[in-house]
């Protein structure tokens, strides 16, 4: 299932991709990655070569936490709705099935399951 949402990304979504200052920079050069920060492009702290915070500007903060357009939000409802999927007495009695199953069963399906994919049932 592919959701396009109406969110654009706006902190990479690794850490190791992103601009990096160290925390003795920050302290130095305050205004310098405050003004990088403000300009959207979020930042990572470092101490000891590690990342530790990530600092980023106030209308990054706001999209990824609230108002509408709520990256987060968005994807806890999608979560919370494949979870109750999950959970139907459906799909419990066929995990409880497959779990039961012996070799030959599991084996039988998966052929089935490889012919249907390939347009060859038999």
Same mark, same amino acid.
Do not use: C
């Given at each position: 299932?592919?959701?396009?949402?109406?969110?654009?990304?706006?902190?990479?979504?690794?850490?190791?991709?992103?601009?990096?200052?160290?925390?003795?920079?920050?302290?130095?050069?305050?205004?310098?990655?405050?003004?990088?920060?403000?300009?959207?492009?979020?930042?990572?702290?470092?101490?000891?070569?590690?990342?530790?915070?990530?600092?980023?500007?106030?209308?990054?903060?706001? /999209?990824? &936490?609230?108002? !509408?357009?709520?990256?987060? #939000?968005?994807?806890?409802? +999608?979560? %919370?709705?494949?979870?109750?999927?999950?959970?139907?007495?459906?799909?419990?009695?066929?995990?409880?099935?497959?779990? /039961?199953? &012996?070799?030959? !069963?599991?084996?039988?399906? #998966?052929?089935?399951?490889? +012919?249907? %994919?390939?347009?060859?049932?038999?």
């Amino acid at each position: 299932m592919s959701i396009k949402y109406s969110s654009t990304p706006i902190v990479s979504a690794r850490v190791q991709d992103m601009p990096a200052v160290t925390a003795t920079e920050l302290k130095n050069f305050t205004a310098d990655v405050l003004e990088r920060v403000t300009s959207r492009q979020a930042v990572a702290i470092t101490r000891h070569d590690k990342p530790r915070a990530i600092l980023l500007s106030i209308e990054q903060y706001e /999209e990824l &936490t609230g108002g !509408e357009g709520n990256l987060l #939000a968005e994807l806890k409802e +999608q979560y %919370r709705g494949m979870l109750d999927e999950m959970q139907s007495p459906e799909q419990k009695a066929g995990a409880l099935r497959v779990f /039961e199953a &012996t070799p030959e !069963e599991l084996g039988a399906a #998966a052929l089935r399951g490889a +012919q249907r %994919r390939t347009g060859r049932i038999q």
